[in-house]
């Protein structure tokens, strides 16, 4: 089965921009969650959806959005991009109702 | 809500020796543990979980122990090999956000 997949696995930005990043979880999974990873702050949890509905959110700016579709592959979008915003974004998924949460290889994010 | 408080940040050992990682946690209702392993330029790997109603699990040379009362929980490896080498997280899951909060790390050299 394969794992779970983000696209693009790098990118590089400027102040000001704005991107879309992109997560497939695994099949059969329909629990999406988001997490930044820094090094000075660790692994944040950024949000959640499931069923194509946002469960839970971190503690993030509104810049930060997400989206998923009903396929459960869902998208993070950051507008107005910072030097701070440059992390690992992480995606993870599990099946309903399953904690054990199932990590993709990130998209790094470089801010210039 | 949940905090989990990792220790060592950083830790040596020759290969062959067992090398043993300790976490804490705050939220007595906190039922699930995953461990995570991160090597470079990847995602996190979940290497072994426990349930709040177990108090020890092995995996090969991997074990987790949880005692429920003092809030601990740690990760045992033994006869360590130079690809055990890597960042080790540990994490609790939060029932109520759909989340999974993570230790800071420890950061795993296995000398050859």
């Known amino acids: 089965k394969a794992g779970v997949t983000q696209t693009p696995r790098y990118l590089i930005k400027t102040r000001g921009q704005q991107v879309t990043l992109s997560c497939s979880p695994i099949s059969g999974h329909r629990s999406v969650s988001w997490y930044q990873q820094t090094p000075g702050q660790g692994l944040q949890f950024l949000f959640e959806y499931f069923s194509e509905t946002q469960r839970n959110k971190g503690n993030f700016p509104g810049r930060f959005s997400g989206r998923q579709f009903s396929n459960s592959r869902s998208e993070m979008n950051v507008s107005t991009l910072e030097l701070g915003d440059s992390a690992l974004y992480l995606c993870?998924?599990?099946?309903?109702?399953?904690?054990?949460?199932?990590f993709g290889p990130g998209t790094r994010l470089l801010v210039l | 809500g949940e905090n989990v408080e990792q220790h060592p940040s950083t830790l040596s050992v020759q290969e062959g020796d067992s090398a043993v990682i300790k976490c804490t946690y705050s939220?007595?209702?906190?039922?699930?543990f995953p461990w995570y392993k991160q090597e470079l330029g990847k995602g996190p790997q979940l290497i072994i979980d426990i349930r709040s109603n177990v108090g020890e699990k092995k995996d090969q040379r991997i074990a987790v122990t949880l005692n429920k009362t003092a809030k601990h929980f740690s990760l045992h490896i033994t006869e360590t090999q130079p690809e055990d080498s890597a960042v080790y997280f540990c994490a609790a899951w939060d029932t109520g956000g759909f989340k999974t909060i993570f230790g800071a790390g420890t950061r795993l050299f296995v000398k050859a």
């Open positions: 993870a998924s599990s099946l309903p109702d399953e904690e054990t949460q199932y």
């Open positions: 939220d007595s209702a906190s039922n699930y």
